[in-house]
């Protein structure tokens, strides 16, 4: 099963109230994201995989923000939250850098969602592909992934 159908499949297993959008070319980053859904940069919630101890960590921010990774790990008492290649976020999550969704992995995955997406009524996050996202909003990815919401950008 593909990445794409294995997302939906979830989302639909969970009730989810949003809808999947395909699109002919790739929206691998927040812009491309934002333009193509005619929407606000902050409201693309990137999925973000880092490896904690070598365990996957999703942190799923606003496209508006960096991800401060000494803060997080400071606030989860972790030493060092490290980028993960694209090999390491494949065999997490079964999807590709640049078109992770927030659902739809092999295993759980610890998951922390940036307090400011819940300025946004509605948010977009990946779908499993490069060229698919799906609507939602922060109350219902918490709901969804277990997810512990937090400060993640000093900025």
């Known amino acids: 099963m593909d990445a794409l159908t294995k997302v939906r499949e979830t989302?639909?297993?969970?009730?989810?109230?949003?809808?999947?959008?395909?699109?002919?070319?790739?929206?691998p980053t927040a812009v491309a994201a934002a333009a193509e859904l005619g929407c606000e940069v902050g409201a693309i919630a990137n999925s973000l995989i880092f490896s904690a101890e070598s365990a996957p960590l999703l942190i799923?921010?606003?496209?508006?923000?960096?991800?401060?990774?000494?803060?997080?790990?400071?606030?989860?008492?972790?030493k060092k939250i490290g980028r993960a290649g694209a090999?390491?976020?494949?065999?997490?999550?079964?999807?590709e850098v640049g078109g992770v969704a927030?659902?739809?992995?092999?295993?759980?995955?610890?998951?922390?969602?940036?307090?400011a997406l819940f300025d946004y009524p509605v948010i977009w996050a990946g779908g499993g592909?490069?060229?698919?996202?799906f609507s939602t909003n922060a109350e219902e990815l918490v709901r969804m992934t277990q997810g512990l919401v937090m400060v993640v950008s000093s900025t």
């Open 129 to 133: 592909s490069h060229h698919a996202m």
């Open 11 to 27: 989302l639909k297993s969970l009730n989810a109230s949003g809808e999947v959008r395909e699109f002919a070319q790739s929206v």
């Open 102 to 115: 927030p659902v739809g992995h092999p295993a759980q995955i610890k998951t922390i969602i940036d307090k």
């Open 87 to 95: 090999d390491f976020v494949l065999e997490a999550t079964g999807q």
């Open 60 to 78: 799923i921010a606003s496209g508006a923000h960096r991800v401060d990774l000494k803060m997080v790990a400071k606030e989860l008492g972790i």
